[in-house]
């Protein structure tokens, strides 16, 4: 594992760094090396010598060069901490295998020597843009530290591998490094180092399986039990109970915790007392590492490793590529377009590498059609295989050549790559939409047909329709292209146009459909234009045997008769991926729809899955009209904050919600936003939504907000504590891995597996996993075990759906929504009710209709709930709150985006309060990242292009420099779409910001970490 950390105090780095280290050696120095070609270039190898660390790490270099700040404040480097799972440090420390050492500090080279090659970059001026642009260096200066022991001293195998501020450009200068692809690459540098590091231990004879956590393939070694690897892990323990007081868990918090509980450093450690209780610790828990170890040197000294002894015995190349590939969870699939190779044609760990890279090539394209080649490589490695990242970048390297994978420039500079599938099919969307053009007769004739759409407005009780709305109604029914697409923002009124246009239809005797990617926004669409209502997939099923050429004469017929000049309306429809779409207008195009109206906005949250088609549309010569004017900001201080956002002016926007901005303490956002709830009038909070990016923070929220109702006597005295199914997001292809099963999870089968002995609408309990299978522990008793890699790899859904248990408690007037649903009953997902009465296990629970439903213990939608005091952003799309508190936090800079705050904000009519622990970091994660989806054709047409000179690049920039000057407008530019957070941007005012700024921001830092200056 590798995380990247700013070094934040170069004296304290250089003294912590450089002191006694434990018990690998007498001095730390001993265990310190210089690394990388900077160094090399400088002439400095072998250890480190303190006097030179202080000088290089304050910028001034051996040659005689100086690396200055900006602003007096100059940045010293970035900490890359290596460190290995405990069974490795077990058995090197404990066990005595130093062996395992040497194969550490070997494959941390290797990640660094990757580092230089793909990741290192620095600011050099371009001439023709008028500012600094990134140039791949290839080159660290790089002071290494080996230690052994965390702070409680127990075994833990580490590395401090200090990047030094400097890296030398092609024309011969030092510069400072440009740091933010560190940050971005950091998952990828710890897959490299994951693997390499893997490697390594199975050719010193040990057997290795996924650890529990296998985030970037971390591994075990076979054989050391998890009541050991806990024995010695009680500063895990201390660190992961730290975080969950505020309910945290991400990476980053978690370093926080560790940073937050550290103990101060033991100056003269008893290291033969220490030794002693290390293997009285090992006697308690049984921990009898010899026999490992002994089996491990009698493998190495034959070369043998478990891939060898895999195949032994195994005839033919194929075959033996086959063994190795289902050994790793994977299932070959015939025809695969990554794999073309007919099965030998590859050497068995050439095989396996390939279809590691398909594998991790599917997972990616279902939820972007277009991805990084960085993260290309992790989740390929992820898959554990007898192969490091040469063996993949050479893959990657040659489907390139192939044209199978195609990148946005030359192979070692990718930033995105995308398939030649994802390419053909969002060329098949736009080609069926072009083929409705001028194919069908208008709904209605344009003579007249604005008075009648004002007409059918003021019948249906509408206001009068705006000219946007107008034109769009006009535009739908009199146009002969049976593709319309209709664009506008948030709150302008998009479904309240189509409610004229739907009744005119439906005068014109032309059927009407209602549709949208959710159940309860299509429910709410269908009542706002009177018509039957379905959720897209759900309207796809009813016609799947039909699209499918599957049906007999008779359904085709009766699905013709349906759909035949029917208009069909899709409601938010940005939110509808690649796939999806394409689907729907082929069906269209089959049953001669009338018109498959197409209305949303490019600028709120895109789809789930791979693919922005709704955008790629507008980009063609289809029919589309456009709606501006915002109907939905009520208020002076709404009204400007949509207008900001609509000229995609953040900083303008975070400007109008100064004033009802709420600062607070890191993890005190969900308590201080619910308690400006709750101190609401009743009346006005129940029209108030507490709105979060993640599930987290929602989680958080809805707990806060409960505990303070609760206090003020609001809930009923009756309660249950139930235990409620929260759905894991998981891709099709990574239910086929190992790392979303986790034990306690719960697995619902949404097919039949008869080769396995499921049925669908069975679920079990996950109770173990091991040797690439998931045993279940049934709903009958039985247990049953999964094999992950046999799931299907070609359904249009899930084969599995996997939860996490979340137990939660529930009082009466507590306020709910449901997270399944039941059609039978009417219950849909996402809809809000309360709970009327709890009369023991039964729970009596009042619709957002009126309707009363009674819950007897055991109902299934009891699992199936959960509190809605708060709600996330992606289920707030579509719906509209007249007062608003938005949560958002700088450690969930993955969420903040500009998309998924402007989701937020508009949905407010009146007022919005922020409540955050850094308004000034969280505007520059909103500013860095849009929120879009990168498209196939995007990345295809960009290939012979540089990435920083694309069409209007020097027109944004512009626009961005006079807001924000230009470094920070470049570096904006460059880092859209990546989970970093800029160190230096400008003011406000497009002035560099002042050092006492700088300052703050760097205090800010210190009080949340309390000893972070002194390094890891």
Same mark, same amino acid.
């Given at each position: 594992?590798?995380?990247?950390?700013?070094?934040?105090?170069?004296?304290?780095?250089?003294?912590?760094?450089?002191?006694?280290?434990?018990?690998?050696?007498?001095?730390?120095?001993?265990?310190?090396?210089?690394?990388?070609?900077?160094?090399?270039?400088?002439?400095?190898?072998?250890?480190?010598?303190?006097?030179?660390?202080?000088?290089?790490?304050?910028?001034?270099?051996?040659?005689?060069?100086?690396?200055?700040?900006?602003?007096?404040?100059?940045?010293?480097?970035?900490?890359?901490?290596?460190?290995?799972?405990?069974?490795?440090?077990?058995?090197?420390?404990?066990?005595?295998?130093?062996?395992?050492?040497?194969?550490?500090?070997?494959?941390?080279?290797?990640?660094?020597?990757?580092?230089?090659?793909?990741?290192?970059?620095?600011?050099?001026?371009?001439?023709?843009?008028?500012?600094?642009?990134?140039?791949?260096?290839?080159?660290?200066?790089?002071?290494?530290?080996?230690?052994?022991?965390?702070?409680?001293?127990?075994?833990?195998?580490?590395?401090?591998?200090?990047?030094?501020?400097?890296?030398?450009?092609?024309?011969?200068?030092?510069?400072?490094?440009?740091?933010?692809?560190?940050?971005?690459?950091?998952?990828?540098?710890?897959?490299?180092?994951?693997?390499?590091?893997?490697?390594?231990?199975?050719?010193?004879?040990?057997?290795?399986?996924?650890?529990?956590?296998?985030?970037?393939?971390?591994?075990?070694?076979?054989?050391?039990?998890?009541?050991?690897?806990?024995?010695?892990?009680?500063?895990?323990?201390?660190?992961?109970?730290?975080?969950?007081?505020?309910?945290?868990?991400?990476?980053?918090?978690?370093?926080?915790?560790?940073?937050?509980?550290?103990?101060?450093?033991?100056?003269?450690?008893?290291?033969?007392?220490?030794?002693?209780?290390?293997?009285?610790?090992?006697?308690?828990?049984?921990?009898?590492?010899?026999?490992?170890?002994?089996?491990?040197?009698?493998?190495?000294?034959?070369?043998?490793?478990?891939?060898?002894?895999?195949?032994?015995?195994?005839?033919?190349?194929?075959?033996?590529?086959?063994?190795?590939?289902?050994?790793?969870?994977?299932?070959?699939?015939?025809?695969?377009?990554?794999?073309?190779?007919?099965?030998?044609?590859?050497?068995?760990?050439?095989?396996?590498?390939?279809?590691?890279?398909?594998?991790?090539?599917?997972?990616?394209?279902?939820?972007?059609?277009?991805?990084?080649?960085?993260?290309?490589?992790?989740?390929?490695?992820?898959?554990?295989?007898?192969?490091?990242?040469?063996?993949?970048?050479?893959?990657?390297?040659?489907?390139?050549?192939?044209?199978?994978?195609?990148?946005?420039?030359?192979?070692?500079?990718?930033?995105?790559?995308?398939?030649?599938?994802? %390419?053909?099919?969002?060329?098949?969307?736009? $080609?069926?939409? @072009?083929? !409705?053009?001028? /194919?069908? =007769?208008?709904? +209605? *004739?344009?003579?007249?047909?604005?008075?009648?759409?004002?007409?059918?407005?003021?019948?249906?009780?509408?206001?009068?329709?705006?000219?946007?709305?107008?034109?769009?109604?006009?535009?739908?029914?009199?146009?002969?292209?049976?593709?319309?697409?209709?664009?506008?923002?948030?709150?302008?009124?998009?479904?309240?146009?189509?409610?004229?246009?739907?009744?005119?239809?439906?005068?014109?005797?032309?059927?009407?459909?209602?549709?949208?990617?959710?159940?309860?926004?299509?429910?709410?669409?269908?009542?706002?234009?009177?018509?039957?209502?379905?959720? %897209?997939?759900?309207?796809?099923?009813?016609? $799947?045997?039909? @699209?499918? !050429?599957?049906? /007999?004469? =008779?359904?085709? +017929? *009766?699905?013709?008769?349906?759909?035949?000049?029917?208009?069909?309306?899709?409601?938010?429809?940005?939110?509808?991926?690649?796939?999806?779409?394409?689907?729907?207008?082929?069906?269209?195009?089959?049953?001669?729809?009338?018109?498959?109206?197409?209305?949303?906005?490019?600028?709120?949250?895109?789809?789930?899955?791979?693919?922005?088609?709704?955008?790629?549309?507008?980009?063609?010569?289809?029919?589309?009209?456009?709606?501006?004017?915002?109907?939905?900001?009520?208020?002076?201080?709404?009204?400007?904050?949509?207008?900001?956002?609509?000229?995609?002016?953040?900083?303008?926007?975070?400007?109008?919600?100064?004033?009802?901005?709420?600062?607070?303490?890191?993890?005190?956002?969900?308590?201080?936003?619910?308690?400006?709830?709750?101190?609401?009038?009743?009346?006005?909070?129940?029209?108030?939504?507490?709105?979060?990016?993640?599930?987290?923070?929602?989680?958080?929220?809805?707990?806060?907000?409960?505990?303070?109702?609760?206090?003020?006597?609001?809930?009923?005295?009756?309660?249950?504590?139930?235990?409620?199914?929260?759905?894991?997001?998981?891709?099709?292809?990574?239910?086929?891995?190992?790392?979303?099963?986790?034990?306690?999870?719960?697995?619902?089968?949404?097919?039949?597996?008869?080769?396995?002995?499921?049925?669908?609408?069975?679920?079990?309990?996950?109770?173990?996993?091991?040797?690439?299978?998931?045993?279940?522990?049934?709903?009958?008793?039985?247990?049953?075990?999964?094999?992950?890699?046999?799931?299907?790899?070609?359904?249009?859904?899930?084969?599995?759906?996997?939860?996490?248990?979340?137990?939660?408690?529930?009082?009466?007037?507590?306020?709910?929504?449901?997270?399944?649903?039941?059609?039978?009953?009417?219950?849909?997902?996402?809809?809000?009710?309360?709970?009327?009465?709890?009369?023991?296990?039964?729970?009596?629970?009042?619709?957002?209709?009126?309707?009363?439903?009674?819950?007897?213990?055991?109902?299934?939608?009891?699992?199936?709930?959960?509190?809605?005091?708060?709600?996330?952003?992606?289920?707030?799309?579509?719906?509209?709150?007249?007062?608003?508190?938005?949560?958002?936090?700088?450690?969930?800079?993955?969420?903040?985006?500009?998309?998924?705050?402007?989701?937020?904000?508009?949905?407010?009519?009146?007022?919005?309060?922020?409540?955050?622990?850094?308004?000034?970091?969280?505007?520059?994660?909103?500013?860095?990242?849009?929120?879009?989806?990168?498209?196939?054709?995007?990345?295809?047409?960009?290939?012979?292009?540089?990435?920083?000179?694309?069409?209007?690049?020097?027109?944004?920039?512009?626009?961005?420099?006079?807001?924000?000057?230009?470094?920070?407008?470049?570096?904006?530019?460059?880092?859209?779409?990546?989970?970093?957070?800029?160190?230096?941007?400008?003011?406000?005012?497009?002035?560099?910001?002042?050092?006492?700024?700088?300052?703050?921001?760097?205090?800010?830092?210190?009080?949340?970490?309390?000893?972070?200056?002194?390094?890891?």
């Amino acid at each position: 594992m590798i995380h990247v950390n700013a070094v934040t105090s170069g004296a304290g780095t250089v003294e912590y760094l450089t002191q006694d280290n434990y018990y690998t050696s007498d001095q730390a120095l001993d265990s310190s090396e210089w690394l990388g070609k900077g160094a090399a270039a400088l002439g400095l190898s072998g250890s480190v010598d303190k006097d030179m660390f202080a000088a290089v790490i304050e910028g001034k270099l051996p040659d005689g060069s100086e690396i200055q700040g900006k602003d007096g404040v100059r940045r010293f480097g970035d900490e890359l901490h290596f460190s290995v799972s405990k069974s490795v440090s077990l058995l090197a420390l404990v066990g005595g295998d130093k062996r395992l050492i040497e194969a550490f500090t070997e494959s941390a080279k290797v990640a660094l020597k990757w580092a230089e090659k793909n990741v290192v970059e620095a600011r050099v001026w371009d001439k023709e843009l008028g500012t600094a642009v990134p140039e791949r260096t290839g080159n660290l200066l790089v002071a290494s530290f080996l230690h052994d022991v965390n702070r409680n001293l127990e075994p833990h195998l580490h590395i401090h591998a200090v990047g030094i501020n400097a890296t030398q450009t092609a024309d011969g200068k030092w510069r400072a490094v440009h740091n933010p692809e560190f940050y971005r690459a950091q998952h990828a540098m710890s897959a490299v180092h994951n693997s390499e590091m893997r490697a390594r231990v199975e050719a010193l004879g040990y057997e290795t399986v996924p650890a529990r956590e296998a985030v970037d393939g971390a591994f075990e070694i076979r054989g050391v039990s998890r009541e050991v690897i806990e024995a010695f892990s009680t500063r895990r323990a201390e660190v992961v109970a730290e975080a969950a007081k505020d309910g945290r868990s991400s990476a980053r918090e978690l370093e926080l915790a560790a940073l937050a509980t550290r103990k101060g450093k033991e100056m003269d450690p008893d290291i033969a007392g220490q030794k002693e209780r290390w293997q009285e610790t090992a006697k308690r828990v049984g921990f009898d590492h010899k026999p490992l170890i002994d089996k491990a040197l009698a493998r190495s000294s034959a070369e043998q490793t478990v891939w060898t002894r895999l195949v032994a015995g195994i005839r033919g190349i194929g075959a033996k590529g086959m063994a190795i590939a289902s050994a790793i969870g994977l299932t070959p699939k015939d025809k695969d377009p990554l794999v073309p190779e007919r099965l030998g044609r590859l050497e068995p760990k050439a095989f396996a590498a390939a279809q590691a890279v398909a594998s991790a090539a599917r997972e990616l394209g279902e939820r972007e059609a277009a991805f990084s080649r960085n993260d290309l490589i992790r989740h390929s490695l992820e898959r554990q295989g007898p192969f490091t990242v040469e063996a993949i970048e050479a893959r990657i390297e040659q489907l390139q050549q192939r044209g199978l994978l195609i990148g946005s420039g030359p192979a070692d500079r990718d930033r995105m790559l995308t398939t030649q599938q994802a %390419v053909a099919m969002e060329n098949k969307v736009v $080609a069926l939409a @072009l083929a !409705g053009k001028d /194919s069908v =007769e208008p709904i +209605a *004739e344009r003579d007249g047909v604005v008075a009648r759409l004002q007409e059918q407005a003021r019948a249906i009780g509408l206001r009068r329709l705006n000219q946007g709305q107008e034109k769009a109604g006009a535009d739908i029914l009199t146009s002969r292209d049976r593709i319309h697409l209709v664009q506008g923002g948030a709150g302008v009124g998009k479904s309240a146009a189509l409610a004229p246009v739907a009744a005119i239809a439906r005068e014109e005797g032309r059927n009407v459909v209602a549709l949208s990617h959710v159940g309860r926004i299509a429910r709410e669409f269908g009542e706002k234009t009177a018509a039957p209502a379905s959720t %897209v997939d759900g309207f796809l099923a009813r016609y $799947a045997r039909v @699209l499918g !050429g599957s049906a /007999s004469a =008779e359904r085709v +017929a *009766e699905a013709r008769e349906e759909l035949s000049g029917a208009l069909v309306m899709v409601d938010e429809a940005s939110q509808i991926g690649t796939d999806r779409l394409a689907r729907l207008i082929d069906l269209a195009n089959q049953m001669h729809v009338g018109r498959l109206v197409l209305a949303g906005d490019i600028k709120q949250l895109p789809a789930i899955e791979a693919g922005k088609p709704f955008a790629q549309l507008q980009g063609q010569d289809l029919g589309r009209s456009d709606i501006a004017e915002n109907l939905r900001a009520q208020t002076p201080q709404m009204q400007a904050l949509n207008r900001a956002l609509g000229d995609g002016d953040i900083d303008q926007a975070f400007k109008e919600l100064k004033a009802a901005t709420t600062e607070v303490a890191p993890g005190e956002i969900p308590k201080t936003a619910a308690n400006i709830w709750v101190d609401l009038p009743k009346d006005q909070r129940d029209s108030t939504v507490l709105l979060a990016a993640g599930r987290a923070m929602r989680s958080a929220g809805n707990a806060e907000a409960q505990k303070a109702l609760a206090a003020r006597g609001e809930l009923g005295a009756n309660s249950i504590r139930l235990d409620v199914l929260d759905r894991v997001t998981i891709t099709r292809e990574g239910a086929r891995q190992l790392k979303g099963y986790h034990e306690g999870r719960v697995v619902a089968f949404q097919t039949n597996l008869p080769s396995q002995k499921f049925q669908r609408g069975e679920r079990g309990e996950v109770v173990d996993v091991s040797d690439g299978k998931v045993e279940l522990h049934m709903g009958d008793g039985e247990l049953r075990t999964l094999d992950p890699s046999r799931l299907p790899a070609n359904l249009k859904h899930d084969a599995v759906t996997i939860f996490e248990r979340k137990s939660i408690g529930l009082h009466e007037q507590d306020r709910i929504r449901w997270t399944a649903k039941d059609g039978e009953r009417g219950l849909l997902n996402g809809d809000i009710a309360h709970v009327e009465r709890i009369d023991g296990g039964k729970v009596t629970i009042k619709a957002g209709d009126g309707k009363l439903h009674e819950l007897p213990q055991g109902d299934s939608m009891l699992e199936r709930l959960d509190l809605a005091y708060a709600i996330n952003v992606h289920v707030a799309q579509g719906m509209t709150a007249k007062d608003g508190i938005i949560m958002m936090s700088e450690r969930e800079r993955a969420l903040n985006s500009t998309a998924s705050f402007l989701v937020a904000v508009t949905r407010i009519a009146e007022h919005a309060t922020l409540v955050t622990d850094n308004p000034d970091r969280v505007q520059r994660q909103v500013e860095t990242r849009t929120g879009e989806k990168t498209s196939a054709m995007d990345v295809s047409q960009a290939k012979t292009k540089s990435p920083d000179h694309y069409p209007g690049f020097k027109e944004d920039l512009q626009k961005l420099s006079d807001k924000l000057g230009p470094e920070y407008a470049m570096a904006v530019l460059q880092n859209r779409e990546r989970d970093i957070t800029l160190e230096k941007p400008a003011s406000r005012s497009g002035i560099s910001r002042s050092q006492d700024e700088l300052a703050r921001d760097r205090e800010r830092d210190l009080e949340r970490a309390r000893d972070l200056e002194r390094g890891r």
